[in-house]
């Protein structure tokens, strides 16, 4: 089997495995709440992520400790898990998932405009271009298709999911400014923000009460969501012989979420859902042609 046929493969394994992201929220939000549904599913992800770093870099465990990556590790922490996966899963306790699946989705347009504030990229007519389609796509999922009402369907869920979008690009901004490893900071944010985790549990949902099956899945959605299909497509795009198109194909993953969360939530897709994503996507896609 060649790099090209791996690549792939490894591709579509993490497009599938993110695509059943959405609709492993909304189950595991019927049964935990989402507090509790974060714990676990940052623990496991934890896990996860020491593995790795016992496997790629055993000595630079205890680094983490060290003061200026202790620094680090604390900030991302405090960004992703805790504060990311706490707004995220609050928004889709609140939507239908194919409501806050798209407008989370909104997280390249927010890099976009960051990397313009923080890392002095230009602001080319794509960019803004993209920008304007993208928004349009915001407002039609947020209205339902009643975009000259402005009327929001849930403004509380419609901020909390673009909110979510913000604090995971100032998650990318500031991991993209840190020079080490991918696993070593991810097992440093994850380790920090899952005991950040614990103490606010603690403080403010310490009643446990859970089903297995709920509890296995939140397990399924830190080894898949957060975990493991990370570096599944870390793989594929060190494999590809086109990185940018193999990027590309990251665009797949919520389309096919819609399927998922219609065929195993049994939502009824709403044609604003559908067109505010294919405007989202497509306003993202506008700005990467410039890099390709």
Do not use: C
Request: aromatic share 14%.
């Amino acid at each position: 089997m060649n790099n090209k046929l791996k690549s792939l493969l490894f591709a579509i394994a993490s497009i599938i495995l993110w695509s059943t992201s959405a609709t492993a929220f909304k189950l595991t939000l019927k049964g935990l709440s989402v507090s509790h549904l974060l714990l676990i599913s940052s623990f496991t992800s934890t896990i996860i992520f020491f593995v790795f770093m016992l496997l790629n870099s055993q000595k630079n465990i205890l680094l983490i400790l060290r003061g200026k990556d202790f620094k680090n590790n604390l900030t991302l922490g405090i960004i992703n898990p805790f504060l990311y996966y706490l707004i995220l899963f609050k928004a889709y306790s609140i939507l239908p998932a194919q409501e806050a699946l798209p407008l989370n989705y909104t997280w390249p347009i927010v890099i976009s405009i960051f990397s313009v504030l923080f890392l002095k990229n230009k602001l080319t007519a794509r960019t803004i271009i993209g920008l304007i389609i993208a928004f349009m796509g915001v407002i039609t999922i947020a209205t339902r298709g009643n975009i000259f009402s402005l009327h929001f369907h849930n403004l509380l869920g419609v901020s909390l999911a673009i909110g979510s979008s913000v604090v995971w690009g100032l998650f990318w901004i500031l991991n993209l400014l840190d020079n080490r490893e991918p696993s070593e900071k991810l097992f440093g944010s994850f380790l920090f923000g899952t005991i950040l985790i614990a103490f606010y549990v603690f403080l403010f949902d310490a009643d446990f009460n859970i089903q297995l099956n709920y509890f296995l899945g939140a397990v399924y959605i830190g080894f898949f969501e957060m975990g493991i299909t990370f570096f599944l497509w870390l793989k594929a795009l060190s494999l590809s012989e086109n990185k940018a198109h193999t990027a590309t194909l990251a665009y797949l993953s919520p389309f096919i979420s819609l399927i998922f969360i219609s065929l195993v939530l049994g939502e009824k897709l709403f044609a604003s859902s559908v067109l505010g994503l294919v405007l989202i996507v497509g306003g993202i896609l506008i700005q990467q042609i410039k890099q390709n």
